[in-house]
């Protein structure tokens, strides 16, 4: 199972590589790009799709760890609140142990 996923990772790098150089290959001719703040001239097609690709990238992977961050905090919560309510179930059952005896 871990030998596939591995042979079918590297078929995909492979097959987003060699489609990454067929269209630098494809688009060779520089565009202006605007980003508000500033302005490139002549950038090649393929340079600025790859630097936005990373950038998209980066936003995606800093959105799934605050979310993952989030997500630890509420288990840590839930956690104490669970062994709260454990602590508090094995009390009433004490009690009802001892009422029972009586």
Do not use: C
Not at 64 to 92: N, P
């Amino acid at each position: 199972m871990v030998l596939l996923r591995k042979i079918l990772l590297a078929t995909l790098l492979i097959a987003l590589v060699l489609a990454a150089a067929i269209f630098a290959y494809t688009n060779p001719e520089p565009i202006d790009v605007d980003v508000g703040i500033t302005r490139f001239e002549r950038v090649p097609l393929a340079i600025a799709f790859a630097v936005l690709f990373a950038l998209g990238w980066l936003a995606g992977l800093t959105t799934l760890g605050f979310s993952l961050l989030r997500l630890r905090r509420e288990r840590r919560r839930l956690r104490a609140d669970l062994l709260h309510a454990q602590t508090e179930l094995e009390g009433f059952r004490t009690q009802a142990r001892t009422y029972d005896a009586d």
